[in-house]
């Protein structure tokens, strides 16, 4: 692959690529540095790019197996994962009503299994169909209409729960 070609099929790709290691990561730095990481390696690598049919699916495949192997790592050297503290905190000192409801919905989001965090990211956030999403999470269609069901039915029930923790903190 060219120079230009991966200008063209990779690099518009960087932010999609940083918003779903973000909703695996949990954090904003890692997640920057994850997508650095790998948009190095796949120009090191830039040859093997020329024959896969869908440059998309495969960087996003990537950077789903680069997330992994972070929290892996994290999991390994036994950090505490203090991520949704700082959701919280950064919840609170949002001023608008629209922040604060993307801030919630993201700490409901953290709350999720990963699996239904991850392919809910990838339908409702960044667009995928639901075969891309297949290819990229390595399961059937079925099954990613399934998670994804779970998914925005587990969150309903999160931000109901976290809503009505809110009002009841709000009227004492």
């Known amino acids: 692959m060219k120079e230009t070609e991966f200008t063209s099929l990779v690099v518009p790709l960087r932010d999609r690529m940083f918003r779903y290691a973000q909703s695996l990561l949990l954090s904003p730095a890692e997640a920057e540095d994850a997508v650095h990481d790998l948009l190095e390696r796949l120009w090191a690598e830039r040859a093997r790019l020329d024959g896969c ?20 790592r994290r999991q390994a050297c036994g950090r505490r994962d203090d991520t949704l503290a700082g959701w919280t905190e950064r919840s609170a000192a949002a001023e608008a009503e629209g922040w604060e409801m993307r801030e919630l919905v993201r700490r409901a989001m953290g709350c ?11 339908k409702d956030i960044e667009g995928y169909p639901t075969r891309e999403i297949a290819g990229t999470v390595g399961c059937d269609e079925a099954q990613v209409r399934v998670i994804l069901s779970r998914a925005r039915n587990s969150l309903r029930e999160v931000l109901k729960k976290m809503m009505d923790d809110e009002r009841t903190t709000r009227t004492d």
């Open 112 to 122: 999720l299994p990963e699996r239904q965090r991850e392919v809910l990211h990838l």
């Open 53 to 72: 049919r869908s440059i998309d699916s495969f960087v996003m495949r990537a950077v789903r197996n680069r997330c992994y192997d972070c929290l892996r």
